[in-house]
C-alpha cells in the first residue's frame, strides 16, 4: 500500500501534525502530538477487519464501500509513552480529563514497564506538557543526590 507521508500545520493548535495520505485506496490519517488532534477517512470494517460494503455483498469496489470520517476538533491533549527498554514511542490522543485520569491510574500501577508517560496540551495559546512518569528525571535526580554524599572516613 502506498503512502504520502508530510507534516502540515494543526488545524486546532497550528504547530507541526504528521499526515499520512494513502493514495491508492483515499484514506487519510491526521495527528498532532503536541494537542491531541485526530482526523481519519477510513472504510468501515466489522470486527475480523473486512470491509462492510453498502449493499451488502462481497463487491470490494470503493463507490461500494462504507466511509467512516473520525475528527477529534476539541481534544484534552496528547499522550506520549515510552516503555522501558523500547526504542519506539507511542502516542494517541485524550479526548477528555476523564480519559487522561485512567491513563494516568492504569501508568502508575505499574502495569506498564514506562520510562516515561507525558500528556501535552493546548491551553491558552501554548502547549504545555506534564511529566506523568519520568525514569530518566528520577535517575539523574538519584544520580546527583548520590555524587553529594560524603565518603564515609573509613573508606579512605
Known amino acids: 500500500m502506498g503512502s ?4 502540515i500545520e494543526c488545524p486546532h493548535c ?4 504528521y499526515s499520512d495520505y494513502y493514495y491508492k ?3 487519510e490519517y491526521i495527528n498532532c502530538q503536541n494537542c491531541g488532534y485526530h482526523y481519519s477517512v477510513t472504510y468501515k470494517c466489522d470486527e475480523d477487519g473486512k470491509y462492510i460494503t453498502k449493499d451488502g455483498t462481497d463487491k470490494l469496489d470503493f463507490s461500494n464501500l462504507i466511509v467512516e470520517i473520525t475528527e477529534v476538533k476539541n481534544p484534552y491533549g496528547s499522550y506520549h509513552a515510552q516503555v522501558i527498554g523500547d526504542m519506539g514511542s507511542l ?7 476523564e480519559e487522561r485520569e485512567e491513563l494516568k491510574a492504569q501508568a502508575l500501577s505499574n502495569e506498564y514497564d514506562l520510562e516515561y508517560l507525558g500528556i501535552s496540551r493546548y491551553v ?14 528520577d535517575y539523574n535526580k538519584y544520580v546527583e543526590m548520590a555524587s553529594q554524599l560524603e ?5 579512605s
Open 4 to 7: 504520502v507521508i508530510d507534516y
Open 25 to 27: 485506496t483515499g484514506e
Open 124 to 137: 491558552d495559546d501554548e502547549i504545555v506538557v506534564e511529566d506523568i512518569i519520568n525514569r530518566e528525571e
Open 91 to 97: 502516542f494517541g490522543s485524550v479526548r477528555t480529563a
Open 14 to 17: 497550528k504547530s507541526e501534525a
Open 151 to 155: 565518603e564515609p572516613d573509613n573508606l
